[in-house]
């Protein structure tokens, strides 16, 4: 899933949806979550986010709910 990040970030922006992933230090150092997605825009009808502990926990989370969304990532 980490190979497969920037390429779904790309996509997403082709698509008219502004994306982004970043961790967080202190969330880190607290032993929680500390990945975050968020997107919106496009065909999205309101901002979408998701966490992780790790980067392929948040895009697994990311891309399930952009489906629910209705939006197929093809990656």
Do not use: H, K, N
């Not at 082709?14 to 982004?20: F, L």
């Not at 500390?34 to 992780?52: I, K, N, Q, V, Y």
């Amino acid at each position: 899933m980490e190979e497969a990040t920037l390429l779904i970030l790309e996509w997403l922006g082709e698509q008219g949806v502004g994306a982004m992933i970043r961790i967080d230090a202190e969330r880190l150092r607290e032993g929680r979550p500390a990945w975050t997605f968020a997107a919106g825009g496009g065909p999205l009808t309101g901002g979408l986010r998701a966490d992780g502990a790790s980067v392929a926990e948040c895009m697994d989370t990311a891309l399930l709910r952009l489906r629910e969304a209705g939006l197929t990532v093809p990656f």
